[in-house]
């Protein structure tokens, strides 16, 4: 075990990982129920989609702890789901065979970069001060999806703008007696703090009418056949569907690089510079992760936010990956499980990893304007346009045109003006 995760080499024990690695299961196992559900809508089956799901999360996370040997839950991203689901083929009638199509070519676009090393130069060059500020507006997406979940924060009808949610229901309430229980827990360092919050909100939600138990707990998955490997490739080449494939490629590519770069700094596996030593090996799980998800109905694998979860338990080798992974494959048998814990549960560990973050903050220079400013707007835009990819990509044109306009472009690699190319594409064309 030492030899294949170096878990005491990197400061870690196998007892932390393997608790690390189920509170990022639970953290995310609620991708089982609202992946296949939003993909239902989109005309799959809902049983073959759940498994489809699952097959893919096991496969995808399995392999970021036996090849990248680094802590991440890989599940189909919510924001691509939604895009496939509700634009694609909900609002544009596109059959979902070849929605599915567009992100495998994604996915192969993916991995051509990688082995390229396109991805992973990038990645080098992003400036320090974004990937800082990349850490900060990860977490304050992380916390407003925990408000949100639990209804402490609601979208205002009239308006674009959030408001206090119901303060009398229950799951607001538990959300927030689970997040003074979290911090306490984690102040005196209880291990397992995040199992115990989520289990004992669970609990607790149960006489409240919070947690819904289900009818029964054990049952055999459904086949996958009806949603597997009915890709239609060819209808995805179609010219007027090259928008929704860069669609995909640029959302997943600034998600799985902003993720992957904040969550590792979280659990103190990046250097100096900010960078992730043999980020190679993650971009490869990922690309081929979205290839095979596809092709399996799970469409936009990525790195999950929720594997903050395993960072902040302690997980700084795969071997967490593997723990997460055994937790989804045990959801084949047990799919209703994931249906037990409720977003009350999850929000108070959201919530408490997203505010913890904004300490990456601190080390941005405000000092300078020109750092400061593309700093601020991959925060602030992360939380306008509700989407974590736009954010880092705001961030990253906005740093080129703010050091250009001051007559410093001797600071911006010539490599951050070539996707200055793709960038202008993406915000004239496909962002509302």
């Keep these: 075990m030492e030899r294949l995760f170096q878990v005491r080499a990197r400061g870690s ?34 049983g073959a989609a759940t498994t489809a799901v699952l097959i893919a999360v096991v496969l995808a996370t399995a392999a970021m702890g036996l090849f990248a040997n680094l802590p991440f839950v890989v599940a189909p991203g919510l924001g691509g789901v939604a895009l ?14 070849a929605a599915l199509g567009m992100v495998l070519l994604s996915g192969v676009v993916f991995l051509l970069l990688t082995v390229l090393g396109v991805r ?19 977490g304050l997406y992380i916390a407003l999806i ?3 979940d639990c209804g402490l924060v609601v979208a205002r009808p009239d308006s674009a703008a959030l408001s206090v949610g119901d303060l009398s229901k229950p799951a607001g309430l538990l959300a927030l007696a689970g997040l003074v229980l979290l911090t306490a827990l984690a102040t005196r360092r209880v291990p397992g703090a995040f199992l115990i919050t989520m289990a004992v909100v669970t609990v607790a939600g149960i006489p409240l009418g919070v947690t819904e138990v289900p009818d029964h707990l054990f049952g055999l998955p459904a086949s996958p056949g009806p949603v597997a490997f009915h890709v239609d490739l060819l209808g995805a080449l179609k010219p007027q569907y090259f928008p929704y494939v860069f669609a995909f490629f640029v959302s997943e590519f600034f998600s799985m690089t902003g993720t992957l770069l904040a969550v590792a700094g979280r659990a103190g596996l990046t250097d100096a510079d900010g960078n992730l030593p043999g980020v190679r090996r993650p971009f490869y799980v990922d690309s081929v992760a979205v ?16 594997s903050s979860a395993g960072a902040d338990s302690g997980a700084r080798t795969g071997l967490a990956s ?102 202008g594409y993406y915000f004239f064309t496909l962002v509302p």
């Design 13 to 46: 024990s196998p007892r932390t990982e393997a608790l690390a690695g189920l509170s990022m299961f639970v953290a995310a196992a609620y991708a089982a129920v609202v992946v296949p559900g939003q993909l239902a809508k989109a005309g799959l089956p809902l």
């Design 291 to 306: 290839i095979g998800g596809a092709g399996l109905g799970a469409p936009s694998m990525t790195a999950y936010l929720e």
């Design 322 to 423: 593997v723990w997460a992974a055994l937790g989804f494959a045990a959801l084949l048998l047990v799919t209703p499980f994931a249906t037990l814990v409720p977003s009350a549960a999850t929000a108070p560990v959201l919530i408490y990893i997203g505010l913890t973050m904004l300490g990456s903050l601190r080390k941005v220079d405000f000092r300078d304007p020109t750092d400061a400013v593309p700093a601020a707007l991959t925060v602030a835009t992360t939380l306008f346009f509700g989407n974590f990819g736009t954010g880092i990509a705001v961030g990253l044109a906005s740093h080129v045109l703010v050091k250009a306009a001051a007559g410093r472009f001797r600071e911006v690699p010539w490599g951050l003006w070539v996707v200055m190319v793709p960038l």
């Design 120 to 138: 992973d130069l990038l990645t080098r060059l992003m400036p320090l001060n974004l990937k800082h500020a990349i850490s900060g507006g990860l």
């Design 146 to 148: 925990g408000f949100r």
């Design 84 to 97: 496939l689901a509700v634009t694609i083929v909900g609002q544009d009638g596109v059959p979902w065979g």
